[in-house]
Every structure is written in structure tokens, then in C-alpha cells.
């Protein structure tokens, strides 16, 4: 970073810019902290002062930082300042004084915050405090998060250790670590603590050897939390299995993203995916080794040699790949290196790439290599490997895999040759390795077994960063950027049963919802009636919508069915599109269609929500073809928010003001809510707030609405926490609106997620409850503002108001109320 002169101030501290950030420390005091301190990454409109460890011990560090940062910030741009000063949201006095005096938010920690880099300066559970608090000039203040620059899914995890089934999630800077309860707890200096940020992946971390948790037991807590994206790391060799992870995964219900420190003595292998057939992916490779070049996401190239990067380790070839090598399941203690193709010679080439490969990694990783022949050797070959290292330590012993006995047969009694000096590298020893792979799970689909040999360079993703190439017939592993527990989504038949994957649109992972595959709720066969490709199903009771991306055809429908609307709508999607460049993905034609659905639903027109919901509720896809498929895609390709949201309703009329804690409401149709905690409707004497899971962001797309709103998939859960009366009526100051004095709060649950019969709040519930209490308190200690337009009024009301209990089923094994008109 570049440094500008630093200026002294009053008693020993200088402050001075350190690239983008501030650095207030000691005239005297050294550098040597600088080094190793974990510089966030800059935050726009917001500037980052770290006071040093010498700084921080001055007695004079409060008093002085109101002069210290003034010349340096009062007439910047930036909007907040965050200080890294340990403890100094503890006393609010200076922090709020530092805010008033330079009319900016000031952000501090109560306690210590992690300074590793990667740990986004954490100042959570287990750092002596709760998290950075926001001190606003002249207003009160309020959390600031625990992390910097907040993660998207950081208010969808537990800020405390939530235990369930003899299993403990602790929070971590990364997400959360999972070990057995009675386990050690983490501290700032575990490994755990270690592991770096992910802004778009939560990472559920497998604790060490004496503290891994049983598979189904560490799935179980983890199902209850809310499916945000999330990818796993696995600390302990013990939960890096085969056995474990595809156990975690099959009791989970959901493929799995391990990354990390999956590798233990695998050197090439960053992100694997343990899918619930028992099978493994490689979505990311390592960077290739020196002189080689990257093939793809999961393969180099070195001359005419091809290295192919599979679970258990490396295949060199020049030949065709053998399918077999990818069914072989990683090991946490050690790799193989695979040679040739079956039938065939195996080059010389590839012997001298297999030294180049060695040559790569350190003394320790060679220790733990197999070498398995799946070529045959030819004479020239042989040459080669008869030729004795100067280090007689320094052996591997090979056998070839059966079907591949070499050209010169060896005595049976007699080891098979040593390893030739062009696969020793810096005749390293290496360890004895067996001709066989361990065992592995049966063959997978004809597909994958056939997958053809030079059918390597998967098309280019779609979209930004989180978007998935086109799926294609032989369907290999997904690339890198899909790495964020991307997972097939199932489709429910007319039954209400799971069938076949659809695997047939390009766009499916596009702004997935973080559901992590999320899938229509699974309600019972008597009350289901399940629509597809357009066909209006009207029996009377409440639609299940698919939650998949439309196809061509139904986008094709629904663009002739609008008529002049969907023109309309158009020019409010092409706004958005150029001001929210992130929304533009490569299938224009069908994002456009998807986007315009979104927002006939925002409209008055035909198609708005009231219209379509009334339709859902009856057991129909309403007047327009292919609407509601384009509406459900478009949802999924926008934002999801991860916060608190408001409805509000009339208490005499909603149910929800008398449901018991612990029960559970179904809302068939598509819900409508609001992020922004000042707003009131008229007339309305109840507020409902809701912890989300799936609901997507509207702002980006509708810009100018007069509130943020949100929009809940069909078919969203929500099970009650609590009812909130104030002891008096809150009073409104003059002119003011006032709050209602009742609140009901809910926690929207995650797809099949299952709830006790007994109706009882678990821990998730409760640390749900404690957020939703304060944004809550929040709202009442704020000023609010009227919304009178009457379809934003709908829709933040009507729904709730039309909500009563007409038939209870059982669904995901929870306790559910069904709620349609």
C-alpha cells in the first residue's frame, strides 16, 4: 500500500493513510504489526482506521481521536468511519461524540475483533464482545454487524452457539463451526478461526479430530438453519472421508460443497462436491503446477500430456480418459497418481510429466502418493523405469491395475520395478502403494460411466460470477464459479411426489435461491394441484408451483398473452437492467420475460398480485399463459434479503394475532412484504414481522417504489415465534403515526424443514426471535411514514387479512395450517 506523510496530533500518535485505510499509532512505535494484520477490502463511501497495539495501550488514544481524525475526515465524502479500536463501543460516550463532531456514522467494536487477514474483522462470539455498533450523529445507536464488509448471509446465522441433539454450531468469522457439545470450545487463536471470509458462502466448519460430530447429527442442526449458500470445510481427516461426507450429504437431503482444507495431503483438488448418490465432483483444481497450463476448472495440459484432476488424486494420459478414475472417492490421508489409459501404451511423455507433477509438491505430499499404472509398458518405457535412483531410500512401488499387466512380465515373487529416477524429482522417498482402489460406490448413471473422452472444455457460464454454464448431455463437473452449493432442484409431480431432476434450462442456478436448490413446499396429495407447462389446473384448492426457470416455450406464451402490458412493463425492466448492470445475464430474451413477470405482479394491471394470488388460492395459473412460471423464475434471479421484514394487518381480522408460538402457516400464494421498518398503512392496528429465507429483493428491479418491498416464493412457511404487546399503547408524538401496540413474529422455514409435533421453539427459533425483538424495538423508537397507494397496500395486507385456517395436513413432518381464501 502506499503511505502518505503522517501528521502528529496531540501527545504521541500520528495518523497517516495506509493505502485506502487510516493507521493511528505512535510516533515511535514500529511496523512489524503491519505485516500480518488483515486489511479489509475497501468499503465505498466508508473509510477503515486501525489504531496500532501501542496506540490502543495509550491512555491518551480515547481523548485525543475527535482531533486526531478531524482534519483527516470532516470534509471527506465518506458517509461512516469504522475504528479499530478494541472496546470503544463499550462506553458509547466517545464514539457518539467522534460521530456528532464529524457528522458521519461512526462504527465501533464493544470488545476485540479478529485482525487475521481473511477474518473480515470479525467482533463477534468469541472475541469478548457482541458484534460493531453504529453511532449515528445526534440519534441513538444501533448493531453494526460482526463482520466487515458484511457477508450476505450474515444475519441468517446464529450470533450465539446453538446446540441440538448432543451437536454445537459456534459462530466463527467464516460461518459457523460444528463439533460435538461437550466438545472445546473456539477461540480466536483455533484454526477455525482461521479459515477466511467467503462474502457470498456461509462455511460450516467440521471441527477437529476429538470434537467431529457424527454425520446425521452434524446434518441434522445444520438443516434447521436457515439454507442460506453455504460450503463445507473440513478441519479433521475424520470428516474428510468418503464415508462421512457422503453420510453428512445423504442425511442433509442435498449435495455438498467441501473446500478448503478438504486437501489434508490431496494437493490438486480446492473444491469438491459430494453429491447424495455417494459420487464426487472436482468443481475447482488447484492452480496447475509450474510450466504446465490450465485446461479447465478441473485439468492442465503439459505439451501433449493431459492431467485430469479426479477426487482421488491425478490422471496423466495422452489417450482417452478412463471414467473409471473419476468414481474413485477422495481420502484424507492420502492421493494416487494415475497413469495412462487402459489398453494402451503409456508414453514417455507421461512419465516425464509424472515428474514434473512431483516436482510440484513438497517431500511430505510425495510420502503420501500411490502410483497405479493404467497403460501398459512398452519396452521404451520400461527402459525407463528400470533405470535405478542414485537414493536407494528413495522407491515407489508400482503394480499395474488388472487388464494392464506390463509387456515383459516380473517373477510373481519379486517386487515390481522401482520407480525410475524421472518420477523421483529430488529422489524423494515415497511410500509402498497397492495396485487396487478401495472400495468405491456402484456405478453412477450411464451418463457420467460414458462420458466421453475429449468432452472436456464445458461452455462458458451465464451471467456474473454466480451464474452456471449450460448444462450439457454428458454433464461433467460444474466450474468454479458454481462452487456456492449449487444443487440440482427437484421438480414435484402432480402428486405431490419428488421425480426426475429437470436438468433442461441454462439458467437454473442464475441468482439461485438460497435454498441451495430450493424446491416447491411438499404439501400433501388432497390439497395439491400442481401446474406445468401452462396447463390451468382448477381444482378448488390452492396451486404448488414449481420453483424451476421458466422454459422458452412459456416465456414465448406469456410475451403473447400480456398483449400491450408486457410492452409497458418492458421499459421499467430495460431501467433496470441499465442502472443494475449484475441483473443482465446472457439469455436476454428470457430474463427480460422472467423480470416483466415480476412486474405486472408489482403493478394495478392485469396479472397484479391481488389477481394472481386469488387465482393460486383457487387451484389455477390465473389469465395470462405462462405467467406464473415466468413470475417464479424472475423471483429466483433477483437478490435475496436476509433481514427482517414487515407486514401489518388489522388484529380482529388476522389470525396471525392469536396463533400459538410453535404452529405453523402456509401461504399458497406469492406474499408481499416490506424492508424498510417506518412504514404504516392506513387503518392498521397489527405488525407482522418475518425472518426471512427465501424472499427476494424488488428494489433492484422496480426503482422509484415508494417503500422496498420484498416477495415471499409460493408456498413459503412461516412458523410463529411470539406475540409482542406493549404494557401501554405506544404514543404518537404530534403529527405523528403510531406503532401498533401488537406484533406477531414469525421465521419463515426452509423447504421440508421439519418442525416438532409438540409445537415447542428450538434454539434456532429463539436466536430468530432475539433479532426480530430488536428490529422490533427499532421500529417502535422510530418515527414512521403512511403508504396510502392501494396496491402497495394490498399488497403488504391483503394476503394476512385473507389467511384463515381451512384444513390442517401434515407436510415435512411439521405441524401446518394451511391458509387460503
Request: glycine residues 8%; contains cysteine; negative net charge.
Amino acid at each position: 500500500m502506499n503511505h502518505k506523510p503522517a501528521e502528529q496530533a496531540a501527545g504521541d500518535l500520528v495518523v497517516e493513510w495506509y493505502g485506502r485505510h487510516l493507521l493511528v499509532r505512535r510516533h515511535d512505535e514500529g511496523n512489524t504489526f503491519i505485516g500480518s494484520f488483515g486489511w479489509p477490502e475497501p468499503v465505498p463511501a466508508q473509510v477503515f482506521v486501525l489504531v496500532s497495539p501501542e496506540a490502543a495501550r495509550d491512555p491518551s488514544a480515547v481523548t485525543v481521536l475527535p482531533s486526531l481524525l478531524y482534519r483527516k475526515l470532516v470534509a471527506g465524502d465518506n458517509a461512516s468511519v469504522r475504528i479499530g479500536l478494541p472496546g470503544l463501543g463499550k462506553d458509547p460516550l466517545v464514539p457518539q461524540a467522534l460521530a456528532d463532531v464529524l457528522s458521519k456514522d461512526v462504527l465501533a467494536p464493544d470488545g476485540a475483533f479478529a485482525t487475521t487477514p481473511g477474518a473480515a474483522l470479525f467482533a463477534g462470539y468469541g472475541t469478548g464482545g457482541t458484534g460493531w455498533t453504529r453511532f449515528r450523529p445526534g440519534r441513538t445507536s444501533s448493531p453494526g454487524g460482526q463482520r466487515h464488509p458484511v457477508p450476505e448471509w450474515e444475519d441468517a446465522l446464529p450470533e450465539t452457539p446453538v446446540t441440538a441433539a448432543g451437536v454445537t454450531a459456534e459462530p466463527i468469522p467464516a460461518g459457523i463451526v460444528v463439533r460435538r457439545a461437550q466438545g472445546r470450545p473456539a477461540t480466536p487463536t483455533d484454526p477455525a478461526f482461521g479459515i477466511p471470509v467467503d462474502l457470498a458462502a456461509a462455511r460450516i466448519v467440521i471441527g477437529g479430530d476429538k470434537d467431529v460430530p457424527e454425520p446425521a447429527a452434524a446434518a441434522a442442526l445444520v438443516a434447521k438453519l436457515p439454507q442460506v449458500t453455504t460450503q463445507l470445510v473440513v478441519l479433521a481427516p475424520a470428516a474428510g472421508t468418503h464415508s462421512w461426507l457422503s453420510a453428512y450429504a445423504r442425511s442433509l437431503g442435498r449435495d455438498v460443497v467441501v473446500v478448503g482444507s478438504v486437501g489434508f495431503v490431496q494437493p490438486f483438488v480446492t473444491k469438491l462436491k459430494q453429491r447424495v448418490d455417494g459420487f464426487q465432483e472436482i468443481l475447482q483444481a488447484a492452480e496447475p503446477p509450474p510450466g504446465w497450463q490450465r485446461r479447465d476448472h478441473s485439468g492442465y495440459r503439459l505439451g501433449a500430456v493431459m492431467a485430469d484432476v479426479v477426487p482421488s488424486g491425478v490422471v496423466l494420459r495422452m489417450g482417452i480418459a478412463d471414467p473409471a478414475t473419476r468414481r474413485q472417492p477422495f481420502a484424507p490421508d492420502t492421493w494416487t497418481l494415475y497413469l495412462g489409459t487402459p489398453g494402451s501404451p503409456i508414453e514417455p511423455d507421461v512419465l516425464y510429466a509424472a515428474e514434473s507433477l512431483l516436482g510440484s509438491v513438497s517431500p511430505e505430499t510425495r510420502r503420501c502418493a500411490r502410483l497405479q499404472l493404467l497403460g501398459v509398458l512398452d519396452d521404451r518405457a520400461r527402459e525407463i523405469f528400470d533405470r535405478t535412483p542414485d537414493d536407494a531410500n528413495a522407491e515407489i512401488k508400482v503394480q499395474p491395475t488388472a487388464g494392464a499387466e506390463p509387456s515383459r512380465p516380473a517373477p510373481p515373487a519379486s517386487p515390481v520395478p522401482v520407480m525410475p529416477r524421472a518420477l523421483m524429482v529430488s529422489a524423494a522417498p515415497v511410500a509402498t502403494v497397492s495396485g487396487s482402489p478401495g472400495a468405491v460406490p456402484a456405478s453412477p448413471p450411464e451418463t457420467t460411466a460414458s462420458l466421453p473422452a475429449e468432452v472436456e472444455q464445458p461452455p462458458t457460464g451465464v451471467g456474473h460470477q454466480a451464474s452456471e454454464p449450460s448444462r450439457w448431455q454428458a454433464m461433467p463437473p460444474r466450474p468454479a464459479v458454481l462452487a456456492e452449493a449449487a444443487v440440482e432442484r427437484d421438480r414435484v409431480s402432480e402428486t405431490g411426489s419428488r421425480v426426475e431432476t429437470d436438468r433442461g434450462n441454462a439458467d437454473d442456478d442464475v441468482l439461485a435461491s438460497p435454498f441451495d436448490g430450493n424446491a416447491p413446499v411438499a404439501v400433501s396429495e388432497p390439497m395439491v394441484a400442481t401446474v406445468e407447462s401452462g396447463a390451468s389446473v382448477r381444482s378448488g384448492k390452492p396451486l404448488a408451483i414449481a420453483d424451476r426457470a421458466s422454459t422458452g416455450a412459456e416465456q414465448m406464451r406469456f410475451t403473447a398473452a400480456a398483449g400491450d402490458i408486457y410492452s409497458e412493463a418492458l421499459a421499467t425492466v430495460n431501467a433496470a437492467l441499465a442502472t443494475w448492470p449484475s441483473m443482465r445475464q446472457e439469455d436476454t430474451a428470457g430474463v427480460k420475460a422472467d423480470y416483466v413477470a415480476v412486474c405486472l405482479y408489482l403493478g394495478r394491471g392485469l396479472g397484479n398480485s391481488s389477481e394472481l394470488n386469488a387465482a393460486v388460492r383457487g387451484g389455477n395459473d390465473g389469465a395470462v399463459d405462462g405467467y406464473v412460471h415466468c413470475l417464479a423464475s424472475g423471483l429466483r434471479r433477483l437478490p435475496t434479503h436476509r433481514r427482517a421484514v414487515l407486514r401489518q394487518g388489522a388484529a380482529a381480522q388476522s389470525p396471525e394475532r392469536t396463533v400459538d408460538p410453535g404452529k405453523v402457516l402456509t401461504e399458497p400464494g406469492f406474499l408481499s412484504g416490506c424492508t424498510d421498518l417506518d412504514v404504516a398503512v392506513p387503518g392498521a392496528d397489527l405488525d407482522v414481522l418475518i425472518w426471512p429465507a427465501s424472499a427476494r429483493r424488488t428494489s433492484e428491479l422496480k426503482i422509484g417504489q415508494s417503500v422496498n418491498e420484498v416477495v415471499f416464493f409460493a408456498g413459503a412457511r412461516f412458523k410463529a415465534l411470539a406475540i409482542r404487546t406493549a404494557e401501554q399503547a405506544v404514543e404518537a408524538e404530534d403529527g405523528n403515526l403510531a406503532v401498533p401496540r401488537t406484533a406477531a413474529l414469525f421465521r419463515e422455514l426452509a423447504p421440508n424443514e421439519s418442525v416438532p409435533s409438540t409445537g415447542e421453539l428450538d434454539e434456532l427459533d429463539l436466536a430468530v426471535l432475539a433479532k426480530l425483538d430488536r428490529a422490533l424495538e427499532r421500529r417502535r423508537r422510530g418515527s414512521l411514514r403512511l403508504v396510502d397507494e392501494p396496491e402497495t397496500r394490498d399488497r403488504l395486507t391483503t394476503s394476512l387479512l385473507e389467511w384463515h385456517e381451512d384444513m390442517v395436513v401434515t407436510a415435512s413432518a411439521a405441524r401446518t395450517a394451511t391458509l387460503a381464501s
